[in-house]
């Protein structure tokens, strides 16, 4: 019979995901410190906001192969996730409504000042395509526990992304005041992440209950922190320090 999720030796591996989580916080890398201060280009964001775009458009059809494979508590737990991301359901605190976070990230890149077009057009970075395909990959093949302990270490990082750096920025550097259109989809996050990595964590903590599986969701959330950093690393070396690509001759 499993352990509950909460028992002291769960709640040890809840923190040691946690902490890997913390050691690569993306709100720590100098594309959002210069955001934070008030020193990145709207355009920065916008293209940052354009690859997550990408990202997601492959990712959230990912959902589906541990849906198959999940026990119904994590099945229930992913159905409330994609309704809250398609806006068809809010997220359960006093005074949410509905938000399609795809709509949400479209109106923050034409305030960015790129076309609808120019964002659907981008092509991923290389580490964009890393993480894309990683995130994937371990919803196709991983076990449930581990699947959940990586979900819950990217979308736990837009709490403190948005809460401490970027809604502050918006309305201090920016101005984009709490409430603006054009910034709902970070403030959703603020909010609608909180809810999803403490479901994904706790359901976790439930289906990590042998020392192997708890090491290899060590190993794999570590794996997609380090991806998320450095996708985060792409645009700052291309829109912060002006690094052309290396590519053949002739390109």
């Known amino acids: 019979m499993k352990k509950k999720s909460g028992t002291p030796g769960f709640r040890a591996i809840a923190n040691r995901i946690t902490a890997i989580r913390e050691q690569w916080h993306t709100k720590n890398h100098p594309f959002f410190k210069l955001f934070g201060h008030g020193k990145l280009p709207l355009r920065a964001m916008g293209l940052y906001m354009g690859q997550h775009y990408k990202f997601v458009t492959l990712v959230l059809p990912s959902f589906g192969y541990l849906f198959t494979r ?30 399609d976070h795809m709509l949400d990230i479209f109106a923050f890149t034409r305030a960015a000042g790129l076309k609808d077009s120019e964002v659907k057009a981008l092509e991923p970075t290389a580490a964009w395509w890393g993480r894309t395909l990683h995130y994937v990959r371990t919803m196709q093949h991983e076990p449930v526990g581990v699947v959940l302990a990586m ?80 996708s985060i690393s792409d645009i700052y070396r291309s829109e912060v320090l002006k690094e052309k690509p290396i590519l053949p001759r002739g390109l």
Request: glycine share 6%; net charge negative; charged share 25%.
């Open 70 to 99: 999940a026990p119904g508590d994590v099945r229930s737990s992913i159905i409330e996730n994609l309704a809250e991301e398609a806006g068809l359901a809010a997220i359960q605190r006093e005074g949410h409504k509905p938000h």
């Open 151 to 230: 979900q819950s270490t990217q979308e736990g990082q837009q709490v403190a992304l948005n809460k401490e750096v970027t809604l502050p920025a918006f309305a201090k550097h920016y101005g984009y005041p709490r409430g603006s259109r054009a910034i709902a989809f970070f403030e959703e996050h603020a909010e609608a992440d909180d809810e999803h990595s403490t479901r994904q964590i706790n359901l976790a903590t439930k289906y990590l209950d042998t020392p192997a599986l708890q090491a290899r969701a060590c190993q794999v959330a570590e794996e997609a922190c380090k991806l998320r950093w450095a």
